[in-house]
């Protein structure tokens, strides 16, 4: 470590002149005092930074403990692995392996004699020797390390005049901190938390293999930070500052595969993916007609539903009167077009005649594991979800039934790559086939000939794409929630202070999604249709058997 400590294998841990220039300095009320190695990493390890001398006292101890209970060379690994070596934007660099890859991309059994005596002209001072910003500083500091290391044997004399006669040679690539994906890093620190300490993360040097794939993350944030400047450059739904969200993930594995928290997405802020809870509004319709469908006696895609005028009295309470988006009834219309055009009325009257306990025992087996409110409301979403929970709910449409826990990490392997945790594909199946397949073929009407026909400005129609609008109570939040053969994905679009504005899921958050599809060249939907599904010739208005050459007849 230099000529602080060069007694380190002969001394036991503490140097008694730094303790007499401590006493000297008693009347000061600040102690000073240098510190051999050992003391340096009790204090960074164990200790508080106050220097006092009841804390040098106790440091003066420990370090003597330290010194009987290992090994010189055990310490000396451990105060490299530890010690401070400079900042990446919000990322300390803490260990020489982690110091040789920021400045030199390289693991630190490669590093040069003149690489190796840069790291250790950054431990006295890492912010006043900083390569990057005062390269002819770091190099004078470089250059009397590696005479200190001559002079004391430990490299000869040519290698020195080699090592001197070198430059920096520092990484030129720029900074980007702890991860130029925080958000997508953060999904994974807390998982990570669910398996292991704290402290096995910081120290034992685990290797951590994600589900991040980068081109969807870039086709994400470019998506909602174009979209979002565009909408602040027009003023179409209010003052600048709109926010959003984005979610990713593989819909047959529940391998996510994005994460964007914000139109920043570097900001290592707050994370609107994950913690931005928000109403979902008719994000939650799928849950009520999913409850209906799995009834075939009673409900299929033609079943006419009643949106006439409905109020909901409970117990105690007041009426509840829903009303639709264009404040117009519309009678008697089949279930897949009240989905499709997402009539609130319609959607009310079903779920309070299935049962609100029965819908939302659908929600949790489609994944949503938030405690709705048992609430009438609720069935046109009046319940706050953060974009990750309702992803994992259309995840499992999206798969047909199959419910996987969305996840952002493959496997963990010690430093050596011995695997310590496997995190195998858990699938459990919560819906039969059946009524999955007839509520993605609404959810395809939604795109096809309902609130999210605008996506035909994106994807061809060929795709068979399928999604749902969401739009909450005075336009507050925008959502799209969709899937195509081989992405489900998740779009919140708002202000961060909740304010009335004047969004819309089509408007506001379709857009983003669309234009993050289309970069990614999006396969088909292509579900197996069940033996059980039948293809029949209705007749629009009334949901009745027609013939073909009927006017209006259309076959579901």
Known sequence: PGAADRPFYTNWGIDPRGIARALLSLPTGHVQGGSTLTQQLVKNFFLTPERTLRRKAIELVMAVLLELHYSKQEI??????EIYLGQDRDRAIHGVGLAAQFYFDKPVQRLTIAESALLVALVRGPAYYDPY?????????RNLVLREAREQGAISAAEYQAARATGLGLNPRPSTGTTPYPAFVDLVHRQLRRDYDEDDLRSEGLRIFSTLDPRVQSAAEHALADRLAAFDRQGRFGKPGLEGAVVVADPQTGEVQAVVGGRDPRYQGFNRALDAQRQIGS?????IYLTALEDPARYTLATPLDDSKFVWQPPNSEPWRPENYDRQFHGQVPLYVALAHSYNVAAARLGTTLGLDKVLDTARKLGI???LPQYPSTLLGAANLAPFEVAQMYQTIASGGFRSPLHAIRDVT?????????YPLAVAQAFAPDPMYLLTAALQDVVREGTAQSLANWLPSALGVAGKTGTTNEQRDAWFAGFTGAHVAVVWVGYDDNRPARLLGATAALPVWGEMMAALEPEAVDFPRPESIEQAVIDRQSGLL?????PGAIEL
């Open 546 to 550: 027609a013939d073909a050459s009927c």
């Open 283 to 287: 994000l939650f319709k799928p849950a």
């Open 133 to 141: 910003r005062h390269p002819q500083r770091a190099l004078e500091r």
């Open 369 to 371: 594991s938030t405690a």
């Open 414 to 422: 010690t430093a050596d790559g011995r695997p310590l945790k496997r």
């Open 76 to 81: 000396l690994e451990t105060y490299l692995n």
